[in-house]
């Protein structure tokens, strides 16, 4: 952008503090993002102007920074913008940098502001011309100034005799169909809709003689030859070397841009685990944005693995707290029975020791078939960095992968996790003595810390995504709302006490992190998760009811059925409609089906699709849908539908006001049915949500309008802004009711540290149990004063009893 495009602003920059406590004060003093709300642009349907035309809807329901899917130029027609085909300009299907100063001006005047999604990893490559690095380096190869922004390995033995390998061939008969395009100003290799450079001076005749005179070799995506990195195993994703100071300053050219004439807020970092050096990238870009604005990162953590404490960053996207929040509302009581269902249809427990085979066996497998040449490239490091060049290649190898398969998290080099591949490699040699020779090499080569070290954990990030979040939570099929992004499936639920803990930390070590309960990349949304979680209150009513579904209407597969009855009991209409009557329902359904199917790899698969077992599935569905399984489904979820309210207000109400900036994802708002993306990213009626706001005169009934959440929504978010200091940086106390339901109610105090509480939250957990005998002498004793619901405009003194605080709604929003 231009110094004419933009004005600079008269906004003062306050001090960077250390101490996370005092930053989230000073951020919520100096910077006040107090809540976030998700938008996920794409030129057909939500653009810079469709963002601006919200903007005054977004801030009367409260929200104070708009929240942006990656904003550069991305590939054409792309609808999420991860895909960045040129990191130096904003993208012009959006709306341009004009659109994007247009809609910052927008938020500003409102006292609102915005984050942006940055994308450090990779860009997009799946259609060459359209990237012009990439371009160049396809026409030039080692020679072009380009080269060094890519890791690629050129070297003679890379599987592609040193080539750039390409693997975008999906038949033996695709070299057959390379032709020459003369159409245009310079001759390009043409395959079907793809095209390719020509070398200077390499043009011919014959398309299969010019290709092989290239920098570059069209190999089969089956042929398990890539010779550059990619983002995970998707060959259209190159990623970058961040570690290279010019490719960060023209990748973050924009960036610096939009800080300079205080654009934004703050930024959102994806996927940094694929960095070479995520630490140092991160202190840099630190450097570059300043002090004051929020920074937080795309960060996936394992079971128990804290946050980098040492990072100059301001906490996660919010997954961790993800887990928390839904974790909390499970009822225990409902595993076994659960397993037991688990075993009978599926084979298995879906268990703690389940999983633990399982994640360890498909990290062995993925290592093995789709990140093969990442592997390949890891292990030449390593017999480089350990000057092992003659040491046996597969025995490394099987070291290596062995490590890998048994790490239990992204990536071991953060401050936190030292000594953790040490414990992991010792592990790894007590199983097996007679890896102890390859894995000297391996520690040889770590201990240098050069390229293999960087390898190691990248690849190992890689390996983890692919096989736990896109494999095995698509196996599991005990209680399928706990395999979400971050999530641990092998925990049955959160108690009471874990739970306020965790939200204690968060209060104190990451007051400013993100909180979420959707995003563009989750499993599926709050709602659904939500629906589904009841069944651990009911789990054997939902046993039962299996058992005789699956004895109706046989499945092609018994673990398939589990998984996917799960999930379309998550998504069906609550108001008695049959689902064939909802408009999409059925295609949506499907197209489910088909990810979840091929994701779980288990009897079809992306790289093998089982037609038959397919179409055996998708006629089984129909059948379900159209027949009694379906009105039997149906007539659950109606019955169920008010504790799956319950449960969705519960969780929505605890993140809006827990520790953290919460975000809202697009839509989030009112009841919402997602499931894994695409789903997830479909456009959503504004114009619907902005006539409810302004329509609501009074505490809603709990119904399918969505109008509870929404009421819910508004009033946490204007609190938030009415008392920020009680929020970011404010304090925490967690309360505990008193009585035989005392179990039932999740509740903490918010306030300013040092000061009495001046809110408190209250929220129903388990409320099935709640059916027949009600909360009884359940009570919640008050801090003093006199204390107002703000959902209902009641008043409350001393010992509230629950029955009387939850007379309306099934949580509760108290100020003092």
């Not at 300053?249 to 959102?268: F, K, N, Q, S």
């Not at 394992?302 to 499970?330: C, F, K, M, Q, W």
């Not at 000057?387 to 190898?397: G, N, V, Y």
Request: proline share 6%.
């Amino acid at each position: 952008m231009t110094d004419t495009q933009m004005t600079a602003s008269n906004t003062p920059t306050p001090t960077h503090h250390t101490d996370p406590i005092a930053r989230g004060r000073a951020l919520a003093r100096q910077t006040p993002v107090r809540s976030t709300y998700r938008l996920q642009l794409r030129p057909d349907a939500l653009t810079f102007a469709d963002a601006r035309a919200i903007a005054e809807y977004l801030q009367q329901l409260g929200i104070s920074h708009l929240y942006l899917s990656p904003i550069l130029t991305a590939a054409h027609g792309s609808t999420h913008g991860y895909d960045v085909t040129d990191p130096g300009s904003v993208s012009a299907a959006l709306g341009g940098p004009l659109g994007l100063k247009a809609l910052s001006d927008e938020v500003r005047t409102r006292g609102m502001g915005l984050i942006v999604d940055l994308v450090p990893n990779h860009v997009g490559v799946a259609d060459p011309r359209q990237n012009r690095w990439w371009w160049d380096v396809l026409r030039n190869g080692k020679d072009s100034p380009f080269a060094r922004f890519f890791d690629i390995d050129w070297s003679p033995g890379n599987g592609a005799g040193g080539r750039l390998a390409l693997p975008v061939l999906h038949s033996e008969n695709d070299p057959a169909a390379l032709s020459v395009d003369r159409s245009g100003p310079e001759p390009m290799l043409a395959l079907h809709d793809l095209r390719f450079p020509i070398a200077p001076g390499t043009d011919g005749d014959n398309a299969l003689r010019i290709h092989d005179k290239q920098h570059y070799r069209l190999v089969s995506w089956k042929a398990g030859v890539c010779t550059y990195r990619r983002f995970f195993a998707v060959s259209s994703l190159a990623a970058v070397r961040q570690e290279d100071q010019e490719v960060f300053d023209l990748t973050h050219r924009e960036l610096a841009a939009w800080c300079e004439h205080d654009l934004i807020d703050g930024v959102r970092v994806d996927h940094p685990d694929g960095l070479s050096y995520p630490a140092a990238y991160l202190a840099r870009l630190r450097q570059l944005i300043g002090p004051h604005r929020l920074l937080l990162v795309e960060k996936i953590l394992a079971n128990r693995e804290p946050l980098d404490a040492t990072l100059p960053i301001d906490g996660t996207t919010g997954y961790d707290a993800l887990a928390g929040l839904g974790g909390v509302l499970i009822d225990p009581d409902g595993e076994h029975p659960m397993t037991e269902l688990s075993r009978r249809f599926a084979g298995h427990g879906s268990d703690r020791a389940w999983i633990g085979e399982t994640e360890h066996r498909i990290k062995r497998a993925v290592a093995e078939s789709i990140l093969a040449p990442e592997i390949r490239r890891l292990v030449a490091a390593i017999k480089r960095d350990a000057r092992a060049d003659s040491f046996d290649t597969m025995a490394l190898t099987n070291a290596t992968i062995e490590v890998l398969a048994f790490m239990p998290v992204y990536r071991a080099d953060y401050a936190p996790l030292a000594g953790m591949t040490g414990a992991v490699i010792a592990e790894v040699e007590k199983r097996n003595s007679e890896l102890t020779a390859p894995l000297n090499v391996l520690v040889t080569a770590l201990a240098v810390g050069a390229e293999a070290a960087a390898r190691f954990n990248q690849v190992g990030g890689a390996i983890t995504a692919k096989a736990v979040e896109d494999t095995m939570f698509y196996q599991a099929a005990r209680l399928v709302s706990l395999q979400e992004v971050g999530g641990n499936p092998a925990r049955f639920g959160h108690s009471l006490n874990e739970f306020h803990l965790a939200n204690l930390e968060r209060a104190q070590r990451w007051p400013a992190t993100m909180t979420t309960l959707s995003t563009h990349d989750t499993k599926r949304g709050e709602d659904v998760r939500a629906r589904i979680g009841v069944l651990s209150q009911v789990a054997r009513t939902w046993a039962r009811s299996v058992e005789s579904w699956l004895e109706k209407t046989p499945p092609p597969d018994g673990a398939t059925a589990l998984f996917l009855l799960q999930n379309m009991f998550g998504v069906w209409p609550a108001d008695g409609r049959p689902a064939s009557s909802v408009p999409g329902l059925r295609e949506r359904l499907h197209l489910f089906a088909e990810k979840a199917m091929r994701e779980a790899g288990t009897r079809t698969s992306w790289e093998e699709p089982d037609a038959e077992f397919e179409a055996a599935v998708h006629s089984w569905m129909d059948v379900v849908i159209d027949g009694p399984v379906g009105a039997e489904l149906g007539d659950l979820v109606h019955d169920l539908a008010p504790h799956a309210w319950s449960d969705a207000l519960s969780q929505k109400l605890l993140q809006l006001c827990g520790p953290g900036i919460p975000d809202v994802y697009q839509g989030c708002e009112l009841w919402e049915d997602s499931l894994v993306d695409p789903d997830n990213r479909r456009p959503v009626d504004f114009p619907a949500r902005t006539g409810m706001l302004q329509s609501l005169t009074g505490t809603p009934a709990l119904d399918t309008s969505g109008a509870a959440k929404m009421w819910i929504v508004a009033y946490a978010l204007w609190l938030r802004r009415e008392r920020p200091d009680c929020f970011v940086g404010g304090a925490y106390l967690p309360l505990f009711a008193t009585g035989e339901q005392a179990a039932r109610l999740v509740s903490y105090a918010r306030g300013r540290v040092g000061e009495p509480p001046e809110v408190i939250v209250a929220a129903t957990r388990h409320s099935v149990g709640l059916t027949d005998s009600g909360w009884g002498d359940t009570a919640l004793d008050l801090p003093l004063g006199n204390w107002t619901d703000r959902l209902t405009g009641h008043t409350f003194q001393g010992r509230a009893r629950l029955e009387k605080l939850f007379a309306r709604l099934p949580v509760a929003l108290l100020v003092r």
